[in-house]
């Protein structure tokens, strides 16, 4: 599926637009600007800010300043120059690592990404003035995945995340994304903490719904997601952080994905590596498959600790109480992600969630 045609719906762009809180910028910039939809919110906002969008394929709109090349390339060109920039660059590879070099600089010198999305934006930073503020949307695994820690944790220190917002599971239709969008300005953090929340369509319109705050140490940290809590229970969930790539036929011992010709149990690979921050299941951990076709199979780890992928969940469960929710009952497959299918710790969350429910109606009608 080529993943760079899906447009913001202008709903969203429309709503996105109004959260943010620039008095009256002179310029707004989309140096991915497709259908122009981001823009277009902003001129409804604000009537008098002159649109600069730019696009590596022709696009016509009598609005917009528009020209055609790679955006990056652009950005490169015209550092530092925008009080508004807007964004929802395609999700994809790059050809390799660091396509464009020169956006590694200052606090990203030592950053590097295969991923298009993540180096624009880079490039999207780049074109910030001291202040300006970016709205950018990107995929979920951007603020959920562990992969993306690093550049999280960059972007905490060096900019003031203003808001986190979870799109709409269906924003992109037929790719299955989930998203979310960033607003982000380039200056220190105006306040202790960061605002997550989400939008949801209600009494057909879309609105946002307060979740919850997020203190900047975290924000710092690059922990930008509640990845511990289901209402009010918490858990030790913590996802593999090795990935397939780095797979070999000897080395260290590691658990990936399920295969139903296996009856759904983790597959053993090798792998080279080695370090901290490594993931590891034990004996008497859940272990849940979040990729592929056997995502949101789950089952109890028996064995000698071991390392995880990245396409596996590891639940710790000392008390046997989560196993005693899970048992004999199957996961929906969910048909979500970027070109697969996948997990996140939102779908075990109301999964879990869902169960306690079934749990609570059996206790009521047996007289519990
Ligand atoms: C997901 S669409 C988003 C369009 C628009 N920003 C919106 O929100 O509706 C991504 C756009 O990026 C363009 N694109 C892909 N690679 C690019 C690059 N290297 N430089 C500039 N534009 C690019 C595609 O042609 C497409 O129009």
Redesign the pocket.
Known sequence: MD??????PPQI?NLLVRKVNVPHPDTAI?????????LRAAKKRWKNTTLFG????P?IASDVNFME????Q?AIKHAKKYPLV???????FVKTNREFPLLYQGVFSSYSTKR?ENE?LLANLLLLQENGTLVI?LPSTFVEAESNTAIRSLIGKNYYVREIIKLPEDTFGASNINSYALIIKNSSPKKKTTNSSCVIFENEQFLFENKCTVPQKDIQAGRWYDRYSATNEAFDIRRGNVSSQMFCDKGTAILHTAKKSEQWKPSLRYCAVSGENLVYAESGDIIISRIGKSAGQWGIYRGEKILISDCLYRIKDPTGKILNRLQGHEYDFPQKGVATRYITINDFKSWYCSLSSDVNAEKSTSGE
Not at 54 to 57: A, N, P, Q, R, W
Not at 86 to 92: E, K, R, V, Y
């Open positions: 993943y760079s045609k899906f447009y913001t762009a989309d140096i991915c600007c497709g259908s122009c939809n981001l730019v696009d590596i394929k696009h090349m790679d955006g990056r652009y807007l964004a929802n660059p395609p999700f994809d298009l624009m949307i």
